[in-house]
């Protein structure tokens, strides 16, 4: 048993207390406004993992960084988890793992880049390494191992974890280091506009309710930087049915506003878990290892045991609700053959019927139709030894759920959520934006002095293992700090250029108090749409439907702006307004990519009466939800996207490969390190060409099985 304080400690987690909001000391006059003045090197937007990282390590090689945050400790990497929630590094030789073969394992489902893999992968055993050494209690073997699993995407054992909220404890001891260092933090602060001198950075406009006025009656704030790190996590609010905190805007709107390169929006993540109008919460590893019993509700109040037309054996059906745990995330390729992505869509489908799903952690799965009742000793090998080697053989759900992980029920209880006592309505939610900001292998941006990390950044690829976000973010959270504090710059000097004046005629064009067009609306219309047509099912034609839906709100936004009631809500405005442009860049994108013969992979399956898929169920093949395959030639190139002219444009680029046979050698090479050639520092180069390709690329190439 598990004393109560630690329970406490693990679920709890108590964030350090920030200290005043520094003083504004200078002011700068741009569009009729005189608005705060903020000089700094850099400025990081976003006060998650990442973000704090890059913060932390800049601050570490002298560098003058500022972090400001729309709503400290409020984000996904302090608000969000799982049962175990993952870090995911590199294991030992001993385990059968090395760099090389992490790498190949992060980019196996395509649309990566090699070179970001293995990075990756290289500087995983320092990241994890360094937040153990800022406090991070990551489990370990009393030879000082730190503690392994499997998780999704991952046949070796990659995975490690403090249990549900990993990512808050690294929230914590790095906000513990940025405050020891005493980096400046503006917390309340929303970043709302980039500014460019010559296609640089050169500042970001951000607004604070304190200090709107008459003379600044947007409550405008401008920091005066070189460097701008984009690290606000991902697009949140873009789906209706998301396990995302509320408030969770990301920075694409924002990205794709300043001209930055935007890559593979087509994928994202979705699962199981429980709605955000309650407690959101992704239902991965244990709570479904456990194997409850999961059924629906219909408006009658008569329930369902819907799965068992979906799987054709009791055992079967058991032991893909046990898989789901490292399977979680859904995979087009798992609804065939009976896989663990069935469980995913039947849940779908009854969601799509207006009935409501339920895990029951106090009854066992049901017995299939015209099979016998579930048992233990009647489940698949690899399910048997699992639980096996946990020790889990106790005959109801929640008592194998509380022998493997007692945390995860506490962590439920501490909303006021027994899981123990009453069943958990859950469904299948979006879950983590793979794509995102297009950089190069040192975190830069395809504009000049403006960087991206974490799930802001789009390098995750189609199947990210479990936790390597988390990784990701820390890596190259210190890359970009590396890079930045190579180039030696200082706090920016000067004054403010004419480009600030417009960036602040640009926010007063949007906001229009006696406009039609609400904050409210727009949410509506952009959740409904991306949801109900660019979830884990896709049609060519609802898709190129939803892309034009998305065109026209976004034009009808640029003509009569955005109404607001209260001074207050313009901020919220604003991020509306940018979430929509998000909108219409994933649906471009999206709509590209089906358009030219994209099939089914990741988190969407690509719907097609002529598609090779097929899923198949115990009650026989469902005809109507045949789908296309995906294409070699796409796992080998990325979709591009940049906002052009007040039009989204769309590219393809090749992925970049990494050469893993070449090998270092200390005395050639230990030069460009001491010169800091290893940086790069020259002028980025732009290696994506935009077209306006609209005509289906019909190759005729095979499909992957």
């Known amino acids: 048993m598990i004393p109560q304080t630690i329970l406490d400690e693990l679920t709890d987690v108590d964030m350090p207390k920030l200290p005043p909001t520094p003083d504004i000391t200078a002011s700068v006059t741009g569009g009729g406004c005189d608005i705060g003045l903020v000089r700094a090197g850099t400025v990081v937007v976003g006060s998650g993992a990442a973000g704090l990282r890059a913060a932390v390590e800049l601050k570490r090689r002298g560098q003058d960084v500022v972090i400001i945050s729309q709503s400290a400790w409020g984000g996904t990497s302090a608000c969000s988890g799982s049962d175990k929630q993952t870090l995911h590094t590199a294991n030992t030789a001993d385990q059968g793992d090395n760099f090389q073969d992490m790498a190949r394992a992060l980019q196996a489902g395509g649309a990566m880049d090699g070179d970001t893999a293995y990075i990756e992968a290289v500087g995983s055993p320092r990241a994890m390494a360094s937040l153990q050494f800022l406090g991070l209690p990551l489990p370990q073997d009393p030879f000082g191992g730190v503690l392994r699993y499997q998780t999704d995407h991952d046949e070796t054992g990659r995975a490690t974890s403090c249990g549900p909220r990993t990512s808050r404890l690294m929230v914590k001891v790095l906000a513990q280091e940025a405050l020891r260092l005493e980096i400046a933090f503006f917390n309340l602060t929303t970043a709302v506009r980039v500014v460019k001198e010559g296609g640089k950075v050169v500042g970001v406009l951000a607004m604070q309710n304190r200090l709107r006025c008459p003379s600044n009656p947007l409550g405008l704030l401008y920091f005066h930087c070189h460097s701008l790190v984009l690290a606000a996590g991902g697009p949140g609010e873009l789906y209706r049915d998301s396990v995302f905190p509320n408030g969770c805007f990301g920075s694409l709107g924002l990205a794709l506003e300043a001209g930055v390169n935007l890559v593979n929006l087509t994928e994202s993540q979705f699962g199981i878990g429980t709605r955000r109008e309650g407690f959101p919460w992704n239902l991965s590893?244990?709570?479904?290892?456990?194997?409850?019993?999961?059924?629906?509700?219909?408006?009658?109040?008569?329930?369902?045991?819907?799965?068992?037309?979906?799987?054709?054996?009791?055992?079967?059906?058991?032991?893909?609700?046990?898989?789901?745990?490292?399977?979680?995330?859904?995979?087009?390729?798992?609804?065939?053959?009976?896989?663990?992505?069935?469980?995913?869509?039947?849940?779908?489908?009854?969601?799509?019927?207006?009935?409501?799903?339920?895990?029951?952690?106090?009854?066992?799965?049901?017995?299939?139709?015209?099979?016998?009742?579930?048992?233990?000793?009647?489940?698949?090998?690899?399910?048997?030894?699992?639980?096996?080697?946990?020790?889990?053989?106790?005959?109801?759900?929640?008592?194998?759920?509380?022998?493997?992980?007692?945390?995860?029920?506490?962590?439920?209880?501490?909303?006021?959520?027994?899981?123990?006592?009453?069943?958990?309505?859950?469904?299948?939610?979006?879950?983590?934006?793979?794509?995102?900001?297009?950089?190069?292998?040192?975190?830069?941006?395809?504009?000049?002095?403006?960087?991206?990390?974490?799930?802001?950044?789009?390098?995750?690829?189609?199947?990210?293992?479990?936790?390597?976000?988390?990784?990701?973010?820390?890596?190259?959270?210190?890359?970009?700090?590396?890079?930045?504090?190579?180039?030696?710059?200082?706090?920016?000097?000067?004054?403010?250029?004419?480009?600030?004046?417009?960036?602040?005629?640009?926010?007063?064009?949007?906001?229009?108090?006696?406009?039609?067009?609400?904050?409210?609306?727009?949410?509506?219309?952009?959740?409904?749409?991306?949801?109900?047509?660019?979830?884990?099912?896709?049609?060519?034609?609802?898709?190129?439907?939803?892309?034009?839906?998305?065109?026209?709100?976004?034009?009808?936004?640029?003509?009569?702006?955005?109404?607001?009631?209260?001074?207050?809500?313009?901020?919220?405005?604003?991020?509306?307004?940018?979430?929509?442009?998000?909108?219409?860049?994933?649906?471009?994108?999206?709509?590209?990519?089906?358009?030219?013969?994209?099939?089914?992979?990741?988190?969407?399956?690509?719907?097609?009466?002529?598609?090779?898929?097929?899923?198949?169920?115990?009650?026989?093949?469902?005809?109507?939800?045949?789908?296309?395959?995906?294409?070699?030639?796409?796992?080998?190139?990325?979709?591009?996207?940049?906002?052009?002219?007040?039009?989204?444009?769309?590219a393809t680029r090749p992925n970049r490969e990494f050469d893993d046979s070449s090998k270092a050698v200390f005395e050639r090479d230990w030069p460009d390190w001491l010169l800091g050639t290893i940086y790069d520092l020259g002028t980025r180069e732009e290696p994506v060409e935009f077209t306006d390709q609209e005509t289906a690329d019909e190759t005729g190439e095979e499909s992957l099985s």
């Not at 893909?320 to 490292?326: A, Q, S, V, W």
């Not at 030696?488 to 960036?503: C, D, F, K, T, V």
């Not at 409210?520 to 109900?532: E, F, G, L, W, Y």
Request: proline share 4%; aromatic share 6%; charged share 20%.
């Open 285 to 650: 590893g244990t709570y479904m290892q456990a194997m409850p019993h999961v059924y629906s509700v219909d408006r009658d109040g008569q329930e369902h045991h819907f799965l068992a037309g979906y799987y054709r054996t009791t055992q079967e059906l058991a032991s893909n609700l046990f898989r789901k745990g490292y399977q979680w995330p859904f995979h087009a390729t798992r609804m065939s053959d009976f896989g663990s992505s069935l469980v995913d869509l039947a849940i779908h489908q009854e969601c799509a019927l207006g009935r409501r799903v339920y895990m029951d952690f106090n009854r066992n799965p049901l017995a299939a139709d015209g099979d016998g009742e579930f048992s233990l000793d009647q489940l698949d090998p690899d399910v048997t030894l699992y639980l096996r080697n946990a020790g889990a053989d106790h005959a109801q759900p929640i008592d194998r759920l509380r022998h493997m992980n007692p945390l995860s029920i506490e962590l439920y209880r501490r909303y006021k959520i027994d899981i123990a006592q009453a069943p958990l309505e859950f469904a299948v939610n979006n879950q983590h934006m793979n794509g995102g900001i297009a950089v190069d292998s040192w975190g830069r941006s395809s504009v000049p002095g403006l960087y991206a990390v974490g799930e802001a950044a789009g390098t995750h690829g189609v199947t990210r293992p479990g936790g390597s976000a988390l990784n990701a973010g820390q890596v190259f959270g210190t890359r970009v700090a590396e890079h930045i504090g190579a180039a030696g710059r200082g706090s920016a000097i000067g004054n403010p250029g004419p480009e600030l004046g417009q960036a602040i005629g640009a926010l007063q064009a949007v906001l229009k108090p006696d406009s039609p067009i609400s904050a409210k609306t727009i949410r509506q219309d952009v959740q409904a749409r991306m949801s109900d047509k660019a979830g884990i099912l896709c049609r060519a034609d609802v898709v190129r439907t939803a892309h034009q839906d998305a065109r026209a709100l976004n034009r009808q936004i640029a003509k009569n702006g955005i109404g607001f009631a209260r001074a207050s809500e313009m901020a919220r405005a604003l991020q509306w307004q940018q979430m929509a442009l998000a909108s219409e860049a994933v649906l471009a994108a999206l709509d590209f990519y089906i358009g030219q013969g994209g099939g089914s992979r990741g988190a969407r399956a690509v719907l097609d009466p002529e598609g090779q898929g097929q899923v198949n169920t115990r009650q026989g093949p469902l005809e109507a939800l045949r789908y296309r395959k995906e294409r070699q030639k796409d796992q080998r190139e990325q979709i591009h996207v940049r906002l052009e002219g007040g039009e989204i444009r769309v």
